[in-house]
């Protein structure tokens, strides 16, 4: 019988592999937390027509990306593409927005069926951020603000940059969406077929376009800050001058659109050149317009999302994952005899709380000193803990340095905890 396997762009996140995603999360969850942002959990299955409102019809995820099906009671149903919309709902289902200021976050999987790649699969993880009720341009700047805090904590100021643009009002954008049409029907033949397509259904896309003659075209194109209204100039010059202020650097890329219908005024990605290719680890924008578009009263409102894909193989490649988070344990607690296996299990939750934060592991399933010191090893503890008839009989445990050139010791047995504690310390 044949093996079943993941489906394609479907991966398993090994035990090997989750301590990175681990110290990325927590660093995340610390960052967000320094900020007064609450975490929000939404669920992965929403009404379809939440996607279809809030993300565009004509856009590449609600044509050709969403997982769609109908459930027993013949409702549609989609696994979420992406979490704004998701959040959008159950903020103002529950009553969360009117009136009020909020500062959430959320993360989880997203699902979109596209071509799988280095960094990118149908089922992702997102981590997600989005402010309500302000709208000004302070708290575009405080987003910019914290995730520039996070790259540096995590060590990767040096290859991330910042992009920013304004596509002003939906006026201002219908006005432009109609001279870049103009300007680029006199080119269609020429365009990359992606191209020929969203000229008729989302033109502003066209400017995303990696294909090298349509981007040649591009270069006499009308350009969007022609375009911006006065409101949306004032204020992006304020977030400039706020992100001026707070040493910020980033680049003005007029180009620079975002792919889903809800967006308007700033949008932004922070991007890397350290894996090859550019690539977007962080992305975002303003849409003031989406909560009353999905039936809730105007609000101001901004986010933006990041790919922990995307970020886990940066920290990987660049080699910025200090070397404790792959190791499973800090001491590992061997015996040999039956009443040393007994004393084993004591010893070991004397230790779990005598070393809080510390991972002790309490070595199971029998076998030889030898290969339970090899366990040991494996396990990048720093300290295995020898537990045999002699010791149980005496009151004593052995204490085995794993990772430095020292002679075993013995330590009273009542006093274990506050000696391993001293010795991991020091």
Request: a negative charge; hydrophobic letters at 35%; charged letters at 30%.
């Amino acid at each position: 019988m044949a093996k079943i396997q993941a489906i394609r762009g479907m991966n398993d996140i090994l035990p090997e592999q989750t301590p990175v995603w681990q110290f990325l999360e927590a660093r995340v969850r610390d960052v967000l937390g320094v900020y007064g942002y609450q975490e929000i959990r939404m669920p992965v299955v929403e009404h379809t027509e939440l996607f279809r409102r809030s993300i565009g019809e004509v856009t590449d995820i609600v044509e050709k990306e969403m997982y769609t099906f109908e459930d027993r009671n013949g409702d549609s149903l989609t696994l979420r593409p992406e979490g704004t919309a998701g959040c959008v709902r159950a903020a103002e289902e529950h009553g969360l927005l009117f009136n009020q200021t909020r500062r959430l976050w959320y993360t989880g999987p997203m699902f979109r069926h596209e071509r799988p790649q280095k960094g990118r699969y149908r089922q992702f993880h997102q981590v997600g951020v989005e402010c309500f009720g302000m709208d000004g341009p302070d708290i575009d700047a405080e987003l910019l603000i914290l995730t520039a805090r996070l790259w540096r904590e995590l060590g990767l100021m040096e290859h991330a940059r910042l992009e920013i643009n304004s596509i002003g009002t939906s006026e201002a954008r219908a006005e432009y969406r109609q001279a870049l049409v103009d300007y680029l029907g006199d080119f269609r033949s020429d365009l990359d077929p992606d191209s020929q397509r969203r000229l008729l259904t989302n033109p502003l896309r066209i400017l995303d376009s990696k294909n090298p003659e349509t981007q040649r075209i591009l270069e006499k194109a009308p350009s969007l800050d022609d375009y911006l209204d006065d409101e949306s100039r004032e204020h992006f010059e304020q977030l400039t001058g706020m992100l001026d202020a707070a040493g910020v650097e980033y680049t003005i890329n007029s180009r620079l659109v975002r792919g889903l219908d809800y967006y308007g005024r700033t949008v932004f990605e922070w991007v890397t050149d350290s894996l090859g290719a550019q690539g977007t680890i962080c992305a975002g924008g303003r849409y003031d317009g989406l909560v009353e578009q999905l039936g809730g009263r105007p609000t101001a409102a901004v986010g933006f999302a990041m790919g922990m894909e995307r970020l886990v193989l940066l920290l990987e490649t660049l080699e910025l994952v200090p070397a404790t988070v792959n190791s499973d344990a800090d001491v590992y607690v061997t015996a040999l005899g039956d009443s040393a296996v007994a004393e084993a299990f004591r010893i070991s939750e004397t230790l779990r709380s005598a070393l809080p934060g510390r991972t002790v592991v309490t070595h199971c399933g029998g076998g030889s000193f030898k290969s339970q010191m090899k366990k040991a090893d494996r396990s990048g503890a720093e300290i295995a803990v020898v537990i045999g008839e002699n010791e149980v009989r005496e009151g004593v445990v052995g204490i085995k340095y794993l990772r430095r050139d020292a002679e075993q010791e013995q330590v009273a047995r009542d006093d274990v905890g506050r000696q391993i504690a001293a010795r991991l310390e020091g």
